[in-house]
């Protein structure tokens, strides 16, 4: 969503959820990665893991796949894939600091729509989708055909759902003349066909790592003897940063399917606004001071995107480790004494 189709309280109240089930996700991070917890990842694995996987669903949202017949095009958001993954505070988070990169460094999505961006994507997908379609469709794991249902079931509940989110959200601004229903019945088929697709990328890249590298898999549980990922952290790696490298060179030029709703339902690629504000302004203004690569305006923009996220989820890795061994060290001490 860009700025145009949010409001000053309707900026308020998303923002202020945001924030909150942000601060529910690191303590649930927190809890589900102890040594004793039932399932997901360990600590020494969960953060470099949410690096590497937020990196590879940053670059794969770069890359926009046309739906035929319709002239618009979608592309990936990430949330069941990352929640499979990851759990689904973890992923929440994950994706989350992509919605947040992007915004602020590629000016892609509104600061002020910041936080309607993460309840739409992140917390309907991880947050809702995952946990009441995905997993219990998904079950172990094993078969692969539970695997196609249940991303294919998960992914278009979680892409019509957020599409029901902007239209609503959009409605309660009363800023752009946009009708609801006229806006819901050019939303919800074209996001149910973005839905599809991505539940098809989706089950592919689960079948890869179910087949090659199974304790990966938050949704199959934690596995009884957990193995080094380092391999594995670095194979992840290297695919994100090779497509975000090629993102140009296969990306659709179509508009996605919210510039081709808006078309669609206004007659213009920009919903007319019916008021500006300060707010409106500072927020345009803080946007343009912080991206570098607007509009993704360079063929470096998908690596350095994905750089990004590897650099900040390994600094914080590296800075939790340094905490775990200072811990661990003043806790010997005081057994010695």
Not at 200 to 225: D, I, M, W
Request: glycine share 10%; with cysteine.
């Amino acid at each position: 969503m860009s700025d145009a189709l949010v409001s000053p309280p309707v900026f308020a109240a998303a923002g202020a959820a945001a924030v909150a089930l942000l601060a529910v996700s690191v303590r649930q991070i927190r809890r589900n990665s102890e040594p004793n917890a039932p399932g997901g990842h360990s600590r020494e694995h969960i953060v470099p893991l949410m690096g590497v996987m937020g990196a590879f669903v940053f670059a794969a949202q770069m890359i926009n796949f046309s739906i035929p017949g319709t002239g618009s095009s979608g592309h990936l958001v990430g949330g069941i894939l990352l929640a499979a993954i990851l759990g689904p505070w973890a992923a929440f988070l994950t994706l989350s600091s992509v919605l947040v990169i992007q915004c602020l460094l590629f000016a892609d999505g509104g600061f002020m729509a910041l936080g309607c961006n993460i309840l739409n994507m992140a917390a309907l997908s991880c947050l809702v989708a995952y946990p009441l379609l995905f997993r219990p469709l998904f079950g172990q794991g094993k078969s692969g055909g539970r695997t196609l249902l249940a991303s294919l079931v998960a992914c278009v509940a979680a892409l019509e759902l957020g599409a029901l989110a902007v239209t609503l959200e959009t409605e309660a601004s009363g800023i752009t003349a946009l009708p609801l229903g006229r806006f819901l019945l050019f939303m919800l088929p074209i996001h149910a066909f973005i839905g599809i697709g991505e539940g098809l990328a989706t089950a592919a890249v689960l079948y890869v790592v179910r087949r090659y590298k199974p304790e990966l898999l938050a949704a199959a549980g934690r596995p009884r003897k957990p193995r080094p990922m380092g391999r594995a952290l670095a194979v992840i790696a290297v695919v994100a940063l090779a497509v975000g490298a090629s993102f140009t060179w296969v990306a659709s030029s179509d508009p996605d399917g919210l510039e081709w709703s808006i078309l669609h339902t206004s007659g213009q690629e920009e919903p007319a606004t019916g008021q500006t504000d300060g707010l409106h302004e500072l927020a345009a203004g803080i946007q343009e001071s912080t991206a570098l690569m607007p509009d993704y305006d360079t063929t470096l923009a998908g690596v350095a995107g994905s750089g990004a996220i590897l650099l900040s989820a390994f600094g914080v890795a590296y800075v939790l480790r340094l905490a775990q061994r200072k811990n661990n060290g003043k806790q010997a001490s005081d057994r010695t004494l």
